[in-house]
């Protein structure tokens, strides 16, 4: 994958199929800009019925929210990379701030998952962030860069072709506070640049989104910034009155 203007939601646990099929449904006939890759971050119960859907869709594709960090066995509830693969999904996110506070997700397991991931020909959707105690502490670079180096500084130079990473700060989730655009750009470019050190100057072509309280107020001027390549969006990618105007929001 090289760079790309990207808006992905991600539905999280919310809507009903039916309150799904019609933002589906607009969102795709809504969409100005072909150029813009649309992703949808679907929960498990609804992923074939919209990869069916968007199945002829150059521009619009479904991401599954999570999977496990082991290939199969005794995981009750569970949903393993290669069952992802089996039903035609592409994309996973990995590592979201939610997933890792609510399932004592480490990066090592997170590291897991990505290699499963990778293993069964997904495509990865890696987020990092860091807590508004870390950013206080003037810590949050450090930490975001740990993130990235315990989950993908294993992986092989090529197997970037098949990332996008998601730099979320937590106190911008849900929150309603987003990050300014300068704290959002100097983090990205601190990402690319880091990940310069591990894969040259492919790091230009690596696709960095920013998320945390995207709203169509401020997607243009964060999208503008030179190292944000798009946003992943929680809460105003459930209703197609906010989400359109953020897929339409790249100049
Ligand atoms: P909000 O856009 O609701 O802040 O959520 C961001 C997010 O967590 C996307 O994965």
Same mark, same amino acid.
């Given at each position: 994958?090289?760079?790309?203007?990207?808006?992905?939601?991600n539905?999280?646990?919310?809507?009903? &199929? =039916?309150?799904?099929?019609? %933002?589906?449904?607009?969102?795709?006939?809504?969409q100005?800009? @072909?150029?813009?890759h649309?992703? &949808?971050g679907?929960?498990?119960?609804?992923?074939?019925?919209?990869?069916?859907?968007?199945?002829?869709?150059?521009?619009?594709?479904?991401?599954?929210?999570?999977?496990?960090?082991?290939?199969?066995?005794?995981?009750? #509830?569970?949903?393993?990379?290669?069952?992802?693969?089996?039903?035609?999904?592409?994309?996973? &996110?990995?590592?979201?701030?939610?997933?890792?506070?609510?399932?004592?997700?480490?990066?090592?397991?997170?590291?897991?998952?990505? $290699?499963?991931?990778?293993?069964?020909g997904?495509?990865?959707?890696?987020?990092?962030?860091? !807590?508004?105690?870390?950013? @206080?502490?003037? @810590?949050?670079?450090?930490?975001?860069?740990? =993130?990235?180096?315990?989950?993908?500084?294993?992986?092989?130079?090529?197997?970037? $072709?098949?990332? /996008? %990473?998601?730099?979320?700060? &937590?106190?911008? /989730?849900?929150?309603?506070?987003?990050?300014?655009?300068? =704290?959002?750009?100097?983090?990205?470019?601190?990402?690319?640049?880091?990940?310069?050190?591990?894969?040259?100057?492919?790091?230009?072509? /690596? !696709?960095?989104?920013?998320?945390? !309280?995207? @709203?169509?107020?401020?997607?243009?001027?964060?999208?503008? =910034?030179?190292?944000?390549?798009?946003?992943?969006?929680? #809460?105003?990618?459930?209703?197609?009155?906010?989400?359109?105007?953020? /897929?339409?929001?790249?100049?």
């Open positions: 994958m090289s760079k790309r203007k990207i808006a992905a939601g539905w999280k646990m919310n809507l009903s &199929i =039916q309150e799904a099929d019609k %933002l589906v449904t607009t969102i795709v006939k809504s100005r800009d @072909k150029s813009v649309t992703l &949808i679907v929960p498990f119960p609804y992923l074939m019925e919209f990869k069916a859907k968007t199945r002829y869709m150059d521009k619009v594709d479904v991401m599954a929210q999570n999977c496990h960090h082991k290939a199969s066995g005794a995981h009750t #509830g569970e949903v393993s990379a290669s069952m992802l693969a089996s039903i035609g999904i592409e994309y996973v &996110i990995i590592g979201h701030s939610e997933r890792r506070a609510d399932n004592n997700e480490t990066n090592d397991i997170i590291k897991e998952k990505v $290699d499963l991931a990778f293993a069964n997904l495509k990865v959707v890696f987020c990092c962030g860091e !807590s508004l105690k870390t950013r @206080k502490a003037k @810590k949050h670079i450090a930490h975001v860069k740990k =993130q990235v180096k315990e989950s993908l500084f294993h992986l092989k130079k090529a197997d970037f $072709d098949n990332i /996008i %990473l998601a730099y979320e700060p &937590i106190w911008a /989730i849900g929150t309603g506070e987003t990050a300014s655009p300068e =704290q959002a750009q100097e983090m990205h470019r601190e990402i690319r640049d880091y990940l310069k050190t591990k894969i040259g100057t492919k790091s230009k072509n /690596i !696709s960095i989104l920013y998320g945390g !309280s995207v @709203k169509p107020a401020n997607a243009k001027e964060l999208f503008s =910034q030179a190292d944000i390549d798009g946003g992943l969006v929680g #809460g105003a990618s459930l209703k197609a009155d906010s989400f359109v105007p953020i /897929i339409n929001s790249f100049s």
